[in-house]
DNA sequence: TCTTTTATAACGAAAACGGGGGAGATGTAA
DNA sequence: TTACATCTCCCCCGTTTTCGTTATAAAAGA
């Protein structure tokens, strides 16, 4: 029995839904609201496994709302729902935590199966929403990396992972247990190896080419 | 009636999804091939509105397909199927251009159905290979991050930028036309403002926060 | 108007850093 | 075996950075 709470302040669709729920094998509503001025308290009082969030709200929006939940009971899968076939509010929605994204258009059995497959581990998604996804996903995550290693050793690694935390050389020595003169070896040896010569340029390279 | 080439080295596999699509209403394959060392040529010789690639393969890999197929065919979209449910390789077939990604253990109507869906516009994913998606979109790609500003002043900011870039305070005073001292002073504030205490540190926030 | 912020600049002292050399103890590869 | 690389440590030396404090003029805000 998969547990659902609804977020849609469309009266005629929330009232559709809550139906659709209580009327399907294997599903039940637990709360219907309008809109989520109290939803934190709401979800509380009535816990759920699924919270089917409409974007377009009076007040706070489903995105906000998702964070909000998402922050407060992170095993609630997300699954939203909207009329806005946007780059802008799907990357907002997932960066938020939405674990699907459909579009108004899907049929009631589409809804069923949506909430049925985020809540085994899924991310239904419209088929053009995910299509845009994987393309946001391409255009802002390009190059992958460079992946170059510069040849570093293990600990010439950990000391300019430390390095890149902002460790000093006596902090880094600690760390690693060994002498401050064995650091400033390393860090003599990593720096010829990046071709760098201040412990600025290395971390600015390090993290550039995603070294740590 | 959808055009359909297949990549893939397992005989009996091939032959079976062969089979499959020459059987089914709306399908007609193309061309089976068993590795892609003549792929571009036998593409051009038969051409297909979608590709269903196996990663795993001698020669040349999926992916490396992937992305010669997109290079030269853009109007192709490419099915990615395997039996590897990893993030690198999930990653690396969206970078190379793939409009979706399925696993093996997709019944034949699933395989079908993805394939009418990503020639309709669509991205089919199994459902947990979806959600590895979001996350991989999520943890790599924070939401524009404004984060926090630090309120750091215009000329703050130039000086955080060319400490970033390794200069060190002479060079600094040098690229901005002050003396040496307002340098210094100017990092003091930046520090305070930063909550850091050294060089590293800063240049370390600044790159994880994109503050420059 | 008065006050605050910003940018500029200076001095001094302690701490940290960067570069140079050398050297012994490993373990592995040729 | 002889090399080679790595990790460890030490010394010296000069430079750079960091952290104080102070101060002035300009700009912006109340």
Redo the contacts with the bound molecule.
């Keep these: 029995m998969i547990r659902v709470s609804i977020f849609e302040d469309n009266k005629h669709l929330r009232e559709t839904f809550l139906f659709l729920l209580n009327t399907s094998e294997g599903f039940t509503c637990t709360g219907a609201y309008a809109d989520c001025s109290t939803m934190l308290e709401d979800i509380a009082a009535n816990p759920c496994d699924v919270v089917l969030m409409d974007i377009e709200m009076p007040g706070m929006n489903g995105i906000e709302a998702t964070k909000l939940v998402k922050e407060h009971f992170p095993k609630i899968n997300i699954l939203i729902q909207t009329v806005f076939f946007e780059d802008e509010y799907i990357f907002n929605a997932i960066c938020a935590g939405a674990s699907g994204y459909i579009l108004k258009s899907t049929t009631p059995e589409g809804y069923l199966d949506a909430i049925k497959n985020v809540q085994s581990g899924g991310s239904p998604m419209t088929p053009g929403i995910a299509r845009r996804v994987l393309e946001l996903f391409k255009t802002n995550l390009q190059p992958a990396k460079p992946a170059r290693v510069y ?1 570093l ?4 690694k950990k000391v300019l992972k430390l390095l890149v935390e902002g460790k ?3 902090m880094i ?1 600690a760390a ?1 247990y ?5 650091i ?5 040896n990593i ?1 010829s190896k990046l071709h760098v ?4 340029e290395a971390v600015s390279l390090a993290l550039r080419n995603k070294l740590v």
Excluded: P
């Excluded at 050793?153 to 010439?156: I, Y």
């Design positions: 040849d050793t293990a600990q010439e000093s050389y006596k020595a690693l060994v002498s401050f003169d064995t400033k070896s390393h860090i003599s720096y010569h201040s412990g600025t």
